[in-house]
């Protein structure tokens, strides 16, 4: 499985972005695709997830309410929604997939077999 985000770059404080993570795989049925961030000197941290087979969704409490994570399945693409940026969401932001269910809260990045790149969202104050 090979992931690919993208949509990274930077805003103002207040601004939105909408980062995407596609997957190439045969089947996009059966996995978790997450969005982990890490800031500079920070240890990694889940932000949000979502089961591309039950649609259900995970947000940390940080993001709740500004964040939307969505799934289109036709193109195995996964879509993070980020309005209302703040300073402190600026980090490093990987997506990441896990086949079969998450099972801890919040996501354990060990639990994550595939990784993207990465991509850099800057929020100015």
């Known amino acids: 499985v090979q992931l690919v985000e993208s949509g990274g770059g930077l805003v103002q404080a207040g601004g939105s972005l909408r980062l995407s993570c596609a997957a190439s795989v045969l089947s996009f049925d059966d996995y978790t695709i997450a969005w982990f961030r890490q800031a500079p000197g920070k240890e990694r941290e889940g932000v949000s997830c979502?089961?591309?087979?039950?649609?259900?969704?995970w947000y940390a409490d940080s993001v709740k309410g500004r964040f939307t994570i969505a799934s289109d399945n036709a193109k195995n693409t996964v879509y993070l929604q980020m309005n209302s940026l703040s300073p402190g969401d600026t980090a490093v932001y990987y997506c990441?997939?896990?086949?079969?269910?998450?099972?801890?809260?919040?996501?354990?990045?060990?639990?994550?077999?595939?990784w993207g790149q990465g991509t850099q969202v800057t929020v100015s104050s």
């Open positions: 990441a997939a896990l086949a079969g269910r998450n099972t801890r809260y919040p996501p354990n990045p060990n639990q994550y077999a595939y």
């Open positions: 979502i089961s591309t087979t039950e649609n259900t969704r």
